[in-house]
């Protein structure tokens, strides 16, 4: 049986929005759409793996409530975010589009890849036109699926630097079924489970605890345990962005923790990592050089990295140069201008620490394995 468990809106003027969350509601998804969104044919952007497990029910169910429906699909994991996808989809799209009738809007039915891309598919094509998120990760429901940040990774040079090109476009609707987390691999889920693990870190000591407390039951999806874990998390990431959706005020940055130096590890090691994965590692990184610099307490970056661990996250380097981390780093322009971090003072409490040396931050990658 279907059921709806939560709903929030994002305030963001008039630009909010609605987070519908429930248990097997993908086959009401049309109903829901119909509702909330202004168009009578769905575009639909999916993975390889999520069309072939789910892309009949959302299809169906769109057909149901009367819309047109088009699906596009691109690779499974981080390549989905290549500019030549972007090319391909837009080029679907606006075929699709052509037909004076049709008023087109995007869904973007998968992981943070997905949602990423039709993010800013959405977000560029006729200058920005509306989309759906139905986040069918962890990671996508419990963080990216909110915010409206969207981008592809691009070739610079010999490197492929993620999310260079970029908007911030807010979806008109995001729904998220739990129940579709079954089929998710338990690589995944521990990987969303480190950004989630992150919120804890810079604003909820309580969800932290949480996820000590329950971190088995989170890993063999008990949905009761992943439904308390996700509600929470995008609870913090809708009152930071609606507080600071431009990353203006320096409160949306605080959501980077671990990110400076996880991007890097993510990019060096050519996607390897996953998202989640080189996260977890910037975050022990970042905590190494909070302590150093007197900011935190030991014993905490301990409890932080325990979990970490506990989880099946990686919190050292495997097979990467110090010196590749340190180039990838260096293509972050955020960080560059006046070397700044996310570090935390205690779980809960976050705070951007400008001026860290260079030389420090090498350090501590090297202390992690950077060979
Ligand atoms: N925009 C943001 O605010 C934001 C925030 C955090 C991360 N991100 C981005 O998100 C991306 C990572 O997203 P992700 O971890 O969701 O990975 P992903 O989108 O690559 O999905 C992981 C894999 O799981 C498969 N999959 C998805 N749902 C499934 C399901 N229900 N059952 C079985 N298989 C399923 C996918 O096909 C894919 O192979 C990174 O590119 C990262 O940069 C964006």
Excluded: W
């Amino acid at each position: 049986m279907a059921k709806t468990v939560d709903s929030l809106k994002i305030e963001l003027g008039e630009r909010s929005y609605e987070i519908i969350v429930g248990e097997k509601i993908l086959d009401e998804a049309g109903s829901f759409i119909k509702r909330k969104v202004r168009g009578n044919s769905a575009f639909i952007i999916t993975s390889k793996t999520v069309k072939r497990l789910y892309g009949k029910r959302l299809f169906d169910s769109l057909r149901r409530s009367g819309f047109d429906v088009e699906i596009f699909s691109v690779e499974d994991g981080e390549g989905g975010k290549d500019i030549n996808y972007y090319i391909s989809a837009i080029r679907d799209l606006s075929k699709f589009d052509e037909p004076i009738e049709r008023v087109v809007f995007l869904i973007n039915f998968g992981g943070g890849v997905i949602g990423d891309l039709g993010g800013f598919v959405a977000g560029t094509y006729r200058r920005g036109i509306p989309y759906v998120h139905i986040p069918t990760t962890l990671l996508a429901m419990a963080d990216s699926g909110i915010g409206g940040k969207s981008g592809i990774d691009f070739i610079s040079g010999r490197k492929k630097i993620k999310n260079k090109v970029g908007v911030i476009h807010q979806p008109s609707l995001v729904l998220c079924d739990i129940a579709l987390l079954q089929t998710l691999p338990e690589r995944e889920i521990v990987n969303g489970l480190s950004e989630v693990i992150k919120h804890g870190c810079i604003k909820s000591s309580e969800l932290f605890s949480f996820i000590e407390e329950n971190l088995e039951k989170i890993i063999n999806k008990n949905m009761d345990a992943i439904f308390r874990a996700v509600s929470i998390s995008y609870r913090i990431k809708a009152e930071i962005v609606s507080m600071d959706e431009r990353e203006t005020l320096g409160i949306r940055t605080l959501l980077n923790y671990g990110h400076t130096i996880g991007h890097a590890v993510e990019s060096a090691s050519n996607m390897r990592y996953l998202h989640g994965e080189a996260v977890a590692i910037g975050m022990v990184c970042a905590n190494d050089i909070a302590t150093r610099m007197g900011f935190l307490d030991k014993s905490i970056a301990e409890r932080i990295e325990k979990l970490l661990v506990r989880a099946g996250l990686p919190v050292n380097i495997k097979g990467i140069k110090t010196r590749a981390i340190m180039d990838a780093l260096k293509h972050d322009k955020k960080f560059m201008g006046k070397p700044r971090m996310v570090i935390i003072k205690k779980v809960g409490e976050a705070e951007v620490v400008d001026g860290v040396s260079l030389e420090l931050i090498e350090e501590v990658i090297r202390n992690r394995g950077g060979s």
